[in-house]
């Protein structure tokens, strides 16, 4: 891959959508570098960004302004949202084109990504004069988009399912094999597969994402309280720094009957995860984290875009799977349930879920892009 390249991402954090579009981004953005490219964000202001931690991770961020929605939910240019990203763009996909193109023009970068699902072919087309190629990453299969690549890593996911929304000769990557993971993941599992060869139930991981905006991890200490843990069992819960129900959750840990160590900002995700025995999380990038370290979990389905995923890990025996509304019924017996389940068949679920991925995800990404750029030196030539 030569020096040069430029790779610029468009992707966005908020309290609403989470933090696992960017993030994503930003751990291939990581590997890029070392591959000697070059990376920029292009990142919307929404209260609860990353952009000051991009910055700190050393990638410039050209920073978008939120804008005001009409009464009626779409911009004055008539642009509505896509269903899935109702409310999330902060703007018109025009409006963003426009001011997206603005810095654009001034890079051309030999790749653009986007990660965004209230973008589609109508924003890349407008922006098509200031890249190279792009590189759309995605998990809903439900719009048009016009790119050289596109990455879907949840399970499940076909060939089939993109082939007649993108441009023939697109290189369409699906499934966790190609999920974003960080090195660290990979460099862990030996250890993590080798520590479940006894299996436990003595540490018990929670993690809802950076944000939780609903304060799901609240609601699952609350109805841990009628649950059989170990009385040995200890409880480790970790929250982004932005998570506005942080002090909340505090609280509520402090009434449990087990210690329960409240965590976060945490850097080392990928040691607790490999140290856990099972894991309650939601449904996301991290469940493909933990399949990595055959981490036996229970996934929460928050929205509707992530039950296809979870449907999936249910089927397949990979995980347990509860919703938000079985959490908070009849004094936690849906939890209860399901934790009961997960400690009788442990090996089952440790292999299932270690069968799922390595880990090496963003090195097989990686060698679509130095493929993609071969080829076009070659045509150059």
């Known amino acids: 891959m030569r020096q040069s390249m430029r790779v610029v991402f468009r992707a966005d954090a908020a309290l609403q959508m989470g933090v696992g579009h960017v993030m994503r981004c930003l751990t291939l953005a990581q590997i890029l570098t070392r591959h000697g490219a070059q ?13 000051t931690f991009i910055r700190a991770k050393g990638f410039p961020v050209h920073a978008l302004p939120v804008e005001t929605l009409s009464a009626a939910g779409v911009h004055d240019d ?18 963003d ?9 001034g890079i051309r970068p030999d790749w653009l990504i986007v990660d965004h699902y209230a973008l589609d072919v109508r924003w890349e087309e407008a922006l098509s004069p200031y890249y190279s190629r792009l590189m759309v990453i995605d998990d809903l299969a439900d719009r048009l988009h016009l790119c050289n690549l596109l990455l879907d890593q ?7 399912d993109y082939v007649s929304r993108v441009p023939d000769g697109c290189v369409i990557l699906c499934g966790p094999k190609y999920a974003l993971l960080r090195p ?9 597969l080798e520590r479940r060869r006894l299996p436990a139930f003595e540490r018990l991981l929670i993690t809802m994402g950076g944000t939780d905006n609903g304060n799901v991890t609240g ?31 505090q609280q509520t840990a402090s009434q449990l009957p087990w210690p329960v160590d409240v965590r976060s900002n945490v850097d080392d995700i990928a ?40 449907g999936r890990l249910r089927d397949d025996r990979i995980a347990l799977t509860i919703s938000q509304e079985e959490l908070e019924m009849n ?18 679920f440790i292999d299932a879920a270690a069968r799922v991925t390595d880990g090496s995800g963003c090195e097989e990404v990686v060698r679509q892009f130095r493929a993609l750029q071969e080829n076009n030196h070659a045509r150059c030539g």
């Not at 008539?78 to 409006?95: F, K, N, V, Y």
């Not at 084109?97 to 023009?105: F, N, P, Y």
């Not at 004094?331 to 089952?348: K, Y």
Request: hydrophobic content about 40%.
């Open 331 to 348: 004094d936690g017996a849906r939890l209860r349930s399901v934790l009961n389940e997960l400690r009788s068949g442990l090996s089952g």
């Open 219 to 249: 609601k699952v200490l609350q109805a841990l309280q009628w649950c059989n843990l170990p009385p040995t069992c200890s409880i480790t819960v970790v929250m982004g720094a932005t998570a506005p129900w942080l002090s909340s959750v």
């Open 78 to 95: 008539g642009d509505p949202p896509l269903a899935h990203g109702a409310g999330w763009l902060g703007t018109s996909q025009r409006q």
């Open 154 to 160: 949840n399970l499940g996911r076909e060939r089939e």
């Open 97 to 105: 084109a426009a001011q997206c193109a603005a810095i654009l023009s």
């Open 271 to 310: 040691t607790l995860m490999a140290e856990s025995d099972a894991a309650i999380g939601a449904a996301g990038a991290t469940t493909w984290e933990r399949c990595c370290l055959g981490l036996p979990s229970i996934v929460l389905c928050l929205a509707d875009n992530q039950r296809f995923v979870t």
């Open 184 to 192: 660290e993941f990979a460099a862990l599992r030996d250890y993590s």
């Open 39 to 51: 990376c920029e964000f292009l990142c919307r202001e929404h209260p609860g960004n990353l952009i």
